[in-house]
Nanobody, 115 residues
């Protein structure tokens, strides 16, 4: 059973930074593609950043140049470094992965950016 646990969220002022972590267990982590999503109140969940098993990354236009996704396969962890945060980044952030036809999500971590 794959388990994902996000951490690192919190309250930060506009212009500040946060680093989110997504710790995985129960999977051949180094092979997994990992996505970071976010969901703001009243909005649909959206893909923010993606890192493949071979380290290829992709970002939503809204976060390019501000967010960086990385992975440490030795620690079974993916990180999302978020810089120059704005109130529009306020959301619950989730990581996810697919394995053997099933999709797995973490419980999410709240990020709140004050103006």
């Amino acid at each position: 059973q794959v388990q994902l646990v996000e951490s690192g969220g919190g309250l930060v002022q506009a212009g500040g930074s946060l680093r989110l972590s997504c710790a995985a267990s129960g999977t051949m982590f180094r092979l997994n593609d990992i996505g970071w999503y976010r969901q703001a109140p009243g909005k649909q969940r959206e893909l923010v950043a993606f890192i493949s098993g071979d380290g290829t990354t992709n970002y939503a236009d809204s976060v390019k140049g501000r967010f960086t996704v990385s992975r440490n396969n030795g620690k079974n962890t993916v990180y999302l470094q978020m810089n120059s945060l704005t109130p529009e980044d306020t959301a619950v952030y989730y990581c996810n992965t697919d394995q053997l036809g099933s999709r797995y999500w973490g419980q999410g971590t709240q990020v709140t950016v004050s103006s």
